[in-house]
């Protein structure tokens, strides 16, 4: 499967997303002036002028993850948000995902990573320029 990265511009005040009105999601963590957009209608995240299209599930678990940017994300709460399950169904749905949005976050060249927190859940962070390494949040 071949994935175009090309560069584009988007100003949209509101996009539908399942029949509700939601705010474009635009987020910088730490006072960057780098942006991280999420455009779940077209399935499209952007970053430094570049831009991808995901896959809906990788899509919605961006969309979560950009949601709560910065804080720790539960395995629970993501197989609640975006697969609809109130247990954990034992597999790798989660791990793969992740994967997936590591490959597309490294393609777009961003300053933004998805770190696991083991026993606690994921959470989108902002990496640190000189050291590649992310900021250090204490897990809650």
Not at 48 to 66: D, E, Q, V
């Amino acid at each position: 499967m071949h994935y175009k990265i090309h560069a584009f511009s988007i100003d949209i005040d509101g996009l539908r997303v399942n029949g509700t009105r939601r705010a474009f999601e635009r987020s910088a963590l730490a006072g960057l002036d780098e942006a991280l957009r999420l455009d779940p209608s077209r399935f499209e995240i952007s970053c430094y002028g570049l831009s991808y299209t995901l896959k809906p599930t990788p899509c919605r678990l961006m969309h979560l993850l950009i949601q709560n940017s910065g804080q720790v994300v539960s395995r629970k709460a993501i197989y609640k948000e975006i697969w609809g399950y109130d247990f954990d169904p034992g597999t790798k749905l989660i791990e793969v995902q992740v994967h997936y949005l590591r490959g597309v976050l490294c393609r777009l060249k961003s300053v933004f990573e998805i770190k696991t927190y083991r026993g606690k859940g994921i959470c989108l962070q902002v990496m640190d320029q000189e050291t590649g390494r992310t900021e250090a949040l204490a897990p809650s």
